[in-house]
């Protein structure tokens, strides 16, 4: 009978957090991908590495170098994956975001298999290996699978995945697991998804079908869940029969698995690293340049304000109270598509802007790379829209106003409230949810039958966060361009703006102000 012991380390949701920073606060942090690999230096035929994707988005670094690709031969990310000797790769949702060229460079880039059962390339530029068995130095057989969430279909236009075929992740999940579990001691599912289950009581928390970890677990027979897409810190345990577990995102921790084979039985232990202040220093210093670069740039001036704007570290009374800073940007996204009207989500990280910023604190305050969509909607749609975004409001047990517990677990979804500039609305929390939008206005006059051009992000436009009522409305028109880019363009040619009040109005009880 085969025994051994070998081991798994596991990075995921990395987004491009290379160096020991967080690109915001100066000094050296204990982030990034280089001080990962440092501590796997004794890698040995017995230890498999494993990414489970969204390297090319998030950071600063990784801005500046998609921007600049066509300078680089070779995709900087990729080569500090290689300095780490990463085994397996999956793809995640973020790296499609920059079109196919930029995903292929970093894949051709990459020493590592992309692992990958339900995305396959119709020209055969990227081979994406379904599942593999593996047979370690001591005689285990390894069986892997890689799937990712085919909610990349709705985030992604099809012009961006024209080359990709992309099914349904559980299915081609079972079906590479048919094919290999008879010939495997071990099987391993690696998954850029998350759960849509809670992982103690079972508890649905999702239904729209954007994460099926749980239901892997629960239904198929892998031995371990390597999940991602979530950024929740979920340590190993066991879902069902399956040992699953998450980490959190932007390279801050990494995982290490132990597996123990005995006689047909498996002993699975793990633990969250974090990852220290120790660098991988060959590999750091081989993209230190671009990271000079980097740097640089970030400290360009950006523009000039008349006045501060300034915001509070309190989701719930930015939520309430508007954002000095979500009407900015949604001044530019005005004036750039010429819409009637536009919304603009909260942040999970609020960051204000005082009277001369640079562009770090503009991509501190963005951070992400969204495009714009306008879309055609009536009163309907916008009711429905602006009673999603009041879902955020609940009350504690004191019956003050609170954050709804539903924006925080399984996932933070702060983003998924949304400010809708151009509109006068009221939002009553004290109603029932689906009942709590008054006073709906639109240049001081109720819509009525009149159509209007909302302006929002391709993410939001798809109809994810819960906005399902804007997937049937017309296009009007798509603007590839990043919001980030308009704000730096708008503030290059507008050197200073003044700041606007939000327009929404909320009430805990008629007539009664909800937070003061």
């Avoid at 950071?59 to 290689?82: E, L």
Wanted: proline share 4%; net charge negative; hydrophobic share 35%.
């Amino acid at each position: 009978m085969t025994k051994g012991t070998f081991k798994i380390l596991y990075t995921s949701d990395t987004h491009g957090y290379l160096f020991p920073t967080d690109y915001i606060n100066p000094g050296s942090k204990p982030i990034g991908l280089l001080n990962c690999i440092h501590n796997y230096r004794n890698k040995d035929g017995n230890t498999i590495i494993i990414d489970g994707g969204d390297t090319l988005q998030g950071s600063p670094f990784a801005k500046y170098y998609v921007d600049n690709h066509d300078k680089y031969p070779h995709d900087p990310i990729a080569s500090v994956f290689n300095a780490g000797g990463y085994d397996y790769a999956v793809p995640g949702n973020h790296d499609f975001d920059f079109g196919y060229d930029v995903l292929k460079k970093y894949l051709k880039s990459l020493d590592a298999k992309c692992l990958c059962a339900n995305l396959s390339d119709r020209t055969g530029g990227i081979d994406f290996v379904k599942s593999e068995i593996i047979t370690l130095e001591n005689g285990l057989k390894i069986g892997l699978v890689g799937v990712i969430t085919d909610h990349v279909k709705i985030w992604h236009s099809e012009t961006s995945l024209e080359n990709f075929d992309i099914c349904e992740p559980f299915e081609a999940a079972s079906r590479e697991l048919e094919n290999i579990k008879g010939e495997c001691d071990v099987t391993i599912c690696v998954y850029h998804g998350g759960f849509e289950n809670d992982l103690v009581t079972g508890e649905v928390l999702e239904t729209h079908g954007e994460n099926v970890g749980y239901r892997i677990c629960r239904d198929l027979s892998f031995d371990i869940l390597l999940a991602a897409h979530q950024h929740m810190e979920h340590p190993g345990q066991y879902v069902c029969k399956t040992f699953a577990l998450q980490l959190p995102a932007n390279a801050v921790k990494y995982a290490e698995l132990t597996v123990e084979f005995k006689n047909g039985v498996k002993k699975i232990n793990s633990r969250f690293i974090d990852v220290g202040a120790v660098s991988d220093w060959v590999a750091y210093d081989k993209i230190l340049p671009l990271e000079n670069k980097v740097q640089s740039w970030l400290d360009t001036p950006a523009g000039t304000f008349l006045t501060p704007l300034h915001v509070t570290n309190d989701h719930l009374k930015m939520a309430m109270n508007g954002s000095p800073v979500a009407d900015f940007f949604q001044q530019v996204m005005l004036d750039y598509t010429k819409a009637d009207i536009c919304c603009e989500s909260l942040k999970i990280t609020l960051v204000g802007f005082e009277k001369n910023i640079t562009i770090r604190e503009l991509l501190a305050a963005y951070p992400f790379f969204n495009s714009l969509v306008v879309l055609e909607v009536d009163e309907k749609t916008l009711r429905a829209a602006i009673e999603r975004s009041a879902e955020y409001f609940d009350f504690d047990q004191s019956g003050k106003p609170a954050i709804s517990p539903k924006f925080g677990y399984p996932k933070v979804q702060h983003f998924n409230y949304d400010f809708f500039g151009g509109l006068e609305y009221t939002i009553e929390i004290s109603k029932p949810v689906g009942e709590r939008v008054t006073n709906l206005l639109y240049q001081g006059a109720p819509i009525g039958d009149r159509k209007l051009n909302i302006c929002l992000t391709d993410y939001r436009a798809s109809g994810t966060g819960g906005y399902g009522c804007y997937k049937k409305c017309r296009v009007v028109e798509t603007f590839p361009v990043d919001v980030f880019s308009l704000a730096l363009d708008y503030l290059n040619v507008n050197f200073s703006i003044f700041s606007t009040k939000n327009s929404a109005r909320l009430f805990s009880s008629a007539g009664d102000p909800a937070y003061a």
